[in-house]
Structure formats: C-alpha cells, structure tokens
C-alpha cells in the first residue's frame, strides 16, 4: 500500500509540476504583452525606452524557469497576481466563484448517476429488448445534441413558456436546477451506454451462469453481486468524466447566467483578463487532478489487485 | 463477427449513409451558389420575420436569411473541423509513432508531455487558449488541435509498440531493413485503418466543440456566418423569434448525427474485416 502510494504521490507532483508550467506558458500566447498592458491602463503612451523599464521593473527580462520558479512559489502562497479588469486579487475573484461551480457539478454528477444507472442496469438485464434498444436510441440522439442547444430549449420550455424558472438562474437551489439538469442529460448519454457495458461484462461472467444455475434469484444476482461489483469501474467513471463536465460547466453556466467559475472565465476573456484566464485554468485542472488521484486512491483501497 | 450477411448488411448501411452525408456536404459545400438570399445582405425591415417563401428559414435580428447564413456558415462549421482532424491525426501519429518507435527516454519525456496534456479538463484548456490567443477561426482551431492531439498520441504509440513485436516485423529487422523502411513499409500501413476509425468517430467531437467554441464567442466573429455563433446571436430573440435558433442547431445536430453514424459504421466496416480494432 504504501509503495502504491508512493508512486501515486510521484505522478501526482510530476503532473502538478506538468500543469502549472503549461498553465504559466500560456501567457505567451497573448498578443498583447503584460506591459503594454500595465502602461495603457495606467495611461501612459508606451514608447520603447518606457516598456523596457516596465518590463525590467516587473521582472519580464529573467530566464522563463526563473519565472516560472517564482510564480509557482506565488502562488503555493495563494498569490496569482492582480485581475486587470477591476484590480482584485485573482485568488479571491475565483475563490467567490468556485463554491458555484462546484456545487453545480457535484448537483449534476449525482442526477447523473441517480438517471444512468438504473437505466443503464435496466438496458443490461433486458438487452435487445424495447426498453433497450429506445433508450440506445435516445442515448445515441442526445450524444450528438450540443449542451448549449438544450440549455436553449430547456430555457424557452421551462422559463419563457411554462415560467416555473426566471431566465437568470438565482442562486440557490431553484437555480441550480436547470443549469444541473442540463449538464447530467448530456453526460447521461454517453453514461448510460458505459453502464451499460459494464453490467453486460459482469453479466458474461461465469460466476452469474455459476449461480443461475444454482437458481440464486434474479433480483440477487443483480443487485448483490452485479451491481457490487460493477461500482469499481463506476467510480472510475466519475473521476474520467469530471473532465467533460467542468468542460460543460463553462457553456451551461453562460446560458443560465450561473455566477461560477464558467462565467467568471468568459468575463475574464472578453476583458482580456490575463491573470484571471491563467487562475481559471490553473484552478480546473488542479481540481481536476485532485479528484482522479482521490478516485484513484479509493480504487486501490476498494479493490487490492490495483495496488501492484 | 463472420458470414456475408453482416458484411452485406454494413455495405447496405454504408452507401445509404454516404448517400446521406453526400446530401448533406454537397450543398453545403455549394452553400455560396446555392443560397435563395445574400447571406450578408441586412434588411431591416424584414428583421425577426418568420419562414416564408422568400426566406424558407426565416430571417434573423438584422433581417438575413437563415438559410442563406446556413448555408454559408457550414464551411466554418464542418470544415474547419475537418481541418482540425486532419490536423490532430498528423502530429499525433508523428509524435506517437516517435514515441512507440524510438522508446527510452525519448518515448518517457513524450508520453509525460502527452499526460500532461490530458491532466486539462480538455475543453477549458480550449477555451483557455483561445481566450489567450483571441477571438478568430484560426485560433479556435488552434485550440482545438491542442485539444485532440493527445488521443492520437497515444494510439499510435500503443499500436507501434504492438506491432514492434509482431514476427514479420522482427524478421524485416533481422534481414537488416533500415528504421525508414519499416515504418513507412511495415508500421504505418498497420496502424492507418485503427486511427482512421478514431478520427472518423472524431469528427462529431471536433465539430460539436468547435459549435462550443464559436457559441462561446471564441470562434468565427461576427458579422461571418457559422452555426455556433448564430444560435449565440438569436439568444436575445429566443421567445419572439425561435427560428433564429431553431434551424442552426437543427443543421448542427444533422451533421453531427450523421458524422455519428459514418463514423460507426466505418468501425464496423474495419472491424468486419478484422483488420483492427476499435479501442480507442
């Protein structure tokens, strides 16, 4: 256990290492430079001799590592720098939206468990039946629909025509739902059809053939054995498709008018924001890390072959 | 999966689908030559008007023809996403084909780099790099590409290295073919039909995100049309005047759908023949 740990405790600072540097050289990508920037916003004209001295001034002539080296060290400290936009810290702009996004995700993460799994479970015990094939057919349709035309359709239906929702999400659980709901269908899709083949591989085992033919009820292969044993790769499900959802979060939370960390990004870029683009990827893909280094942690504990 | 009658039923499958994507791509291709309206043509005073004879598809908030913009934006729309595939499948198969091929240190430092990549939830490291680099076609392209390359990465690392192992590879080394020779003669040739069918099944991916990229405000700029970008603009009209919305995403969804299918049905085709597999 402890060497498993080790080794997951290696790659997780290699890639920590691997994210930030990434997250850090983007800046680079920028067509305005940041002092360029510092001087418009201060009104001065930039002349050459000015912007070398701002940039001498703000550090911009060290080697890249070394400012890498520094900014890292910043921001273990939980300073990432200054939004251009309204002067604030970065850490607190993103710290007032993250609660946001995360409790949309974690709203949406278990509608889409609570929908795919009896689903996907019913798929598997009845496959190739009506209920089956429907659903594939369903599955396959909203596979292919883009999130932000549902969250359209799912605002016109519900907000502007039946006005059970406002159009602009309130916070709090009456506007949580449409943003949530949204995302756990379009994930559902792809989920449903994984859950699916999960429960159809456990199903083809010869331990379930072992104890039909010993006539163990139906209803207890299934849920005391399938269902059990099926959870594992559940689990790792979630940590893989976190990706896909805080990727989704960034439209829905745009459509919905959610105050997360989505629309705090878009903000950010349509300000050409710097600083608050680089704390938003930063921040994402950190949680991101976190998540799958914690599923996978849960995985090895759950199941000892995956120690090795 | 064994016996002609599959094998006949997948040919059946696939010449109704191409038949369909051809319906599909060829008017869009057409789209300029084929449009009823100038697609940047405004007129105000037909702004917000519902489908009718002139304008099949209605007209948006500056009073041009959704069809027309449907058809004009479809270059954007699906073949910027071509592009992108086409793009993501050459570095990613270079990059993974070096890696498989080279192993050692250089096969570690590029599947760190590859990890590294894929550490990014993917779509906010799109959107991170087009919001850095700017609004435009190209960037979001860009994006995109640093998007999806990974996949390929890595799948052609893998087949490389299984195939590194296969006994008539090794005899072609043992009978002194140079490094050139069996990558370009031996290994290549074994792994195009595996990645063609990822990059088939891709298609919709690429499209739909860039659709998500565009809506967003990242892709194609205004006034230019492009699928994304004009459901965006109709938000404001949702109520009064659907259509705006309505018809593009039905475009977007179409092609996606279709993409699907073709990309399926490819896999099956492959698979059928059992030439590769599907595992990506």
Same mark, same amino acid.
């Given at each position: 256990?402890?060497?498993?740990?080790?080794?997951?405790?290696?790659?997780?600072?290699?890639?920590?290492? !691997?994210?930030?540097?990434?997250?850090?050289?983007?800046?680079y990508?920028s067509?305005s430079?940041?002092?360029?920037?510092?001087? @418009?916003? &201060?009104?001065?004209?930039p &002349?050459?001799e000015?912007?070398?001295q701002?940039?001498?001034?703000?550090?911009?002539?060290?080697?890249?590592?070394?400012r890498?080296?520094?900014w890292l060290?910043?921001?273990?400290?939980?300073?990432?720098?200054?939004?251009?936009? @309204?002067?604030?810290?970065?850490? #607190?702009e993103?710290k007032?939206?993250l609660?946001q996004?995360?409790?949309?995700?974690?709203?949406?993460?278990a509608?889409?468990?609570?929908?795919?799994?009896p689903?996907?479970?019913l798929?598997a015990?009845?496959?190739d039946g009506?209920?089956d094939?429907?659903?594939?057919?369903?599955t396959?349709?909203?596979?292919?629909?883009?999130?932000?035309?549902?969250?359209l359709v799912?605002?016109y239906?519900?907000?502007v025509?039946?006005g059970?929702?406002?159009?602009?999400?309130p916070? !709090?659980?009456?506007?949580i739902?449409?943003p949530?709901?949204?995302l756990?269908?379009?994930?559902?899709?792809?989920y449903i059809?994984?859950?699916?083949?999960i429960?159809?591989d456990?199903?083809?085992?010869?331990?379930?053939a072992?104890?039909?033919a010993?006539g163990v009820?139906?209803?207890?292969?299934l849920f #005391?054995?399938?269902?059990?044993?099926?959870?594992?790769?559940?689990?790792t499900?979630?940590?893989?498709?976190?990706?896909?959802m805080?990727?989704?979060t &960034?439209?829905v939370?745009?459509?919905f008018?959610?105050?997360?960390?989505?629309q705090l990004a878009?903000?950010?870029?349509t300000?050409?924001?710097y600083p608050v683009?680089?704390?938003?990827?930063?921040?994402?893909a950190?949680?991101f890390?976190?998540?799958?280094?914690?599923?996978?942690l849960?995985? !090895?504990?759950?199941?000892?072959?995956v120690?090795r | 999966?064994?016996?002609?009658?599959?094998m006949?039923r997948?040919?059946?499958?696939?010449?109704?689908?191409?038949?369909?994507?051809?319906?599909?791509?060829?008017p869009?291709?057409?789209?300029?030559f084929? +449009?009823?309206?100038d697609?940047? *043509?405004?007129?105000?005073?037909?702004a917000?008007?519902?489908?009718? +004879?002139?304008?099949p598809?209605g007209?948006?908030?500056?009073?041009?023809?959704?069809l027309?913009?449907?058809?004009?934006?479809?270059?954007?729309?699906?073949?910027?996403?071509?592009?992108?595939?086409?793009?993501?499948?050459?570095?990613?198969?270079l990059i993974?084909?070096?890696a498989?091929?080279a192993? =050692?240190?250089?096969d *570690?430092v590029l599947?760190k780099v590859?990890m590294?990549?894929q550490?990014?939830?993917s $779509?906010?490291?799109?959107?991170?790099?087009a919001?850095m680099?700017?609004p435009g076609?190209?960037?979001?392209?860009?994006?995109?590409?640093?998007?999806?390359?990974?996949?390929y990465?890595r799948?052609?690392?893998?087949l490389v290295?299984?195939?590194k192992?296969?006994?008539y590879?090794?005899?072609?080394?043992m009978c =002194? +073919?140079k490094g050139?020779?069996?990558?370009f003669?031996?290994?290549l040739?074994n792994m195009?039909?595996?990645?063609m069918?990822t990059?088939a099944?891709?298609?919709?991916?690429v499209?739909l995100?860039m659709? =998500?990229?565009?809506f967003?405000?990242l892709g194609?700029?205004?006034?230019?049309?492009?699928?994304?970008?004009?459901?965006?603009?109709?938000?404001?009209?949702l109520q009064?005047?659907?259509?705006?919305?309505? $018809?593009p995403?039905?475009?977007? $969804?179409a092609?996606?759908?279709? $993409?699907n299918l073709?990309?399926?049905?490819?896999?099956?085709a492959?698979d059928?023949?059992?030439?590769?597999?599907a595992? +990506?």
């Amino acid at each position: 256990m402890i060497k498993f740990l080790a080794r997951k405790t290696g790659m997780l600072i290699l890639i920590f290492i !691997g994210i930030t540097f990434l997250s850090f050289c983007l800046t680079y990508l920028s067509p305005s430079n940041p002092a360029e920037i510092k001087l @418009n916003k &201060t009104g001065v004209p930039p &002349t050459e001799e000015l912007l070398e001295q701002t940039r001498e001034e703000m550090g911009l002539n060290r080697p890249l590592l070394v400012r890498y080296g520094d900014w890292l060290f910043d921001m273990m400290k939980g300073d990432m720098g200054t939004s251009i936009r @309204n002067g604030k810290p970065v850490v #607190s702009e993103l710290k007032k939206a993250l609660p946001q996004t995360a409790a949309l995700t974690l709203v949406s993460m278990a509608a889409v468990l609570l929908i795919s799994i009896p689903f996907g479970v019913l798929c598997a015990r009845f496959k190739d039946g009506p209920f089956d094939i429907a659903v594939r057919f369903v599955t396959y349709l909203f596979a292919s629909l883009p999130s932000f035309f549902l969250a359209l359709v799912f605002l016109y239906l519900f907000s502007v025509k039946l006005g059970w929702f406002p159009v602009i999400a309130p916070k !709090g659980i009456r506007g949580i739902i449409m943003p949530a709901l949204v995302l756990a269908l379009t994930l559902s899709a792809w989920y449903i059809r994984q859950v699916r083949t999960i429960v159809l591989d456990e199903l083809s085992k010869e331990y379930i053939a072992g104890s039909r033919a010993r006539g163990v009820p139906e209803r207890e292969i299934l849920f #005391s054995h399938v269902l059990r044993n099926a959870m594992l790769p559940i689990t790792t499900l979630v940590g893989v498709s976190l990706a896909g959802m805080l990727g989704g979060t &960034t439209i829905v939370e745009n459509v919905f008018s959610w105050p997360g960390l989505g629309q705090l990004a878009m903000e950010a870029i349509t300000a050409r924001d710097y600083p608050v683009i680089q704390g938003y990827v930063v921040w994402m893909a950190l949680i991101f890390l976190l998540v799958n280094f914690l599923v996978d942690l849960s995985y !090895g504990w759950i199941d000892p072959k995956v120690r090795r | 999966m064994s016996g002609g009658k599959n094998m006949n039923r997948t040919k059946k499958r696939a010449v109704v689908l191409l038949v369909m994507l051809s319906m599909v791509l060829v008017p869009t291709m057409a789209g300029r030559f084929l +449009a009823p309206n100038d697609p940047y *043509q405004t007129n105000l005073s037909q702004a917000l008007k519902g489908p009718s +004879a002139v304008y099949p598809f209605g007209t948006d908030n500056l009073g041009r023809c959704i069809l027309s913009r449907i058809l004009e934006g479809a270059a954007a729309s699906i073949f910027s996403a071509l592009a992108v595939v086409a793009v993501v499948f050459t570095i990613g198969t270079l990059i993974g084909l070096t890696a498989g091929y080279a192993g =050692g240190w250089i096969d *570690q430092v590029l599947m760190k780099v590859t990890m590294v990549f894929q550490a990014f939830p993917s $779509f906010i490291l799109a959107v991170a790099v087009a919001g850095m680099l700017g609004p435009g076609l190209r960037n979001a392209m860009i994006s995109l590409a640093v998007m999806y390359w990974t996949t390929y990465a890595r799948l052609a690392r893998s087949l490389v290295i299984q195939l590194k192992e296969e006994a008539y590879i090794k005899a072609a080394k043992m009978c =002194g +073919a140079k490094g050139r020779h069996i990558i370009f003669r031996h290994i290549l040739p074994n792994m195009i039909s595996p990645m063609m069918i990822t990059a088939a099944l891709d298609i919709s991916n690429v499209t739909l995100s860039m659709a =998500g990229l565009s809506f967003l405000g990242l892709g194609v700029q205004a006034p230019l049309a492009e699928w994304g970008l004009m459901i965006s603009d109709g938000r404001p009209y949702l109520q009064t005047a659907p259509w705006c919305i309505f $018809f593009p995403s039905l475009a977007l $969804f179409a092609v996606v759908v279709l $993409f699907n299918l073709t990309g399926d049905c490819l896999r099956d085709a492959i698979d059928a023949r059992g030439e590769g597999r599907a595992d +990506a």
